[in-house]
């Protein structure tokens, strides 16, 4: 579980995150939706401990994240660019060192590496160079990275950026079979489209603080609205919410 209460951070000039207040729940896909600079990256940055709050705090499984870092963190997986492997390294290998990286004793990184790699069906890949891997075979190398260690809490930024329709249904698939498995997942977008095929709950976010949430049904409910899309606008407003 992920908590966050009246999380304020100012970076410069700019009130980012402004009493900022939200749970996300074991076993469920919780998704921030915003427009771009509604605070979105900064509050995700924050509860993995990248940035510290002004005021506020954020919680892992009732781990405070600035009171405990290191412990909060082997609690949470972040789900990085998939862009960014060592292509010179096989999966295997890449996936074994960020679980050592976790503090893992190297038997007990061999273990888990094998066992996620078993979950996350990538017995074909396991053993080849990254090097001209599909995005769809880097997405599951990045996701496996992330939940190596076995944290019950995932974090993604904005994860189907620059995805190509295929890798996007790859990636949702996952978070999915996370979810079954009872994780708590969080991650950020603009694209209505996903978060309404995704999200048990949704949190709507503009210029730092909570607007509204619920599950897409009881926001489409509260606004009236046909659809997520038609329901974001009425609650954050027009103009900002064509600037997404």
Same mark, same amino acid.
């Given at each position: 579980?992920?908590?966050?209460?009246?999380?304020?951070?100012?970076?410069?000039?700019?009130?980012? $995150?402004?009493?900022? =207040?939200?749970? *996300?729940?074991?076993?469920? @896909?919780?998704?921030?939706?915003? &427009?771009?600079? %509604?605070?979105?990256?900064?509050?995700?940055?924050?509860?993995?401990?990248? $940035?510290?709050?002004? =005021?506020?705090? *954020?919680?892992?499984?009732? @781990?405070?994240?600035?009171?405990? &870092?290191?412990? %909060?963190?082997?609690?949470?997986?972040?789900?990085?660019?998939?862009?960014? $492997?060592?292509?010179?390294?096989?999966?295997?290998?890449?996936?074994?060192?960020?679980?050592?990286?976790?503090?893992?004793?190297?038997?007990?990184?061999?273990?888990?590496?094998?066992?996620?790699?078993?979950?996350?069906?990538?017995?074909?890949?396991?053993?080849?160079?990254?090097?001209?891997?599909?995005?769809?075979?880097?997405?599951?190398?990045?996701?496996?990275?992330?939940?190596?260690?076995?944290?019950?809490?995932?974090?993604?930024?904005?994860?189907?950026?620059?995805?190509?329709?295929?890798?996007?249904?790859?990636?949702?698939?996952?978070?999915?079979?996370?979810?079954?498995?009872?994780?708590?997942?969080?991650?950020?977008?603009?694209?209505?489209?996903?978060?309404?095929?995704?999200?048990?709950?949704?949190?709507?976010?503009?210029?730092?603080?909570?607007?509204?949430?619920?599950?897409?049904?009881?926001?489409?409910?509260?606004?009236?609205?046909?659809?997520?899309?038609?329901?974001?606008?009425?609650?954050?407003?027009?103009?900002?919410?064509?600037?997404?």
């Amino acid at each position: 579980m992920i908590e966050v209460t009246d999380l304020e951070k100012k970076i410069g000039s700019v009130q980012a $995150l402004d009493k900022l =207040s939200f749970r *996300a729940d074991d076993g469920k @896909i919780t998704g921030l939706l915003g &427009p771009n600079g %509604a605070g979105k990256t900064t509050c995700l940055r924050t509860v993995f401990g990248l $940035l510290q709050a002004d =005021s506020g705090f *954020a919680k892992i499984d009732n @781990i405070d994240v600035a009171v405990e &870092p290191m412990r %909060a963190k082997q609690q949470l997986g972040l789900f990085p660019d998939p862009c960014g $492997l060592y292509e010179r390294l096989t999966p295997r290998e890449y996936i074994q060192f960020f679980a050592e990286l976790s503090g893992m004793e190297k038997q007990q990184a061999i273990s888990a590496t094998s066992n996620v790699l078993e979950k996350l069906q990538m017995g074909d890949i396991a053993d080849r160079k990254s090097q001209g891997f599909s995005q769809g075979q880097r997405m599951k190398t990045a996701l496996a990275q992330a939940i190596v260690h076995q944290p019950t809490n995932i974090i993604l930024d904005e994860p189907t950026r620059g995805l190509d329709v295929m890798s996007t249904r790859i990636l949702r698939d996952l978070l999915l079979m996370l979810k079954e498995q009872g994780h708590c997942v969080l991650f950020s977008s603009h694209v209505m489209q996903e978060v309404a095929a995704l999200c048990d709950h949704v949190v709507v976010m503009a210029s730092g603080k909570v607007v509204a949430e619920g599950s897409p049904q009881a926001l489409c409910e509260q606004t009236q609205k046909e659809t997520l899309e038609e329901a974001f606008i009425a609650l954050i407003g027009s103009d900002e919410g064509l600037a997404a």
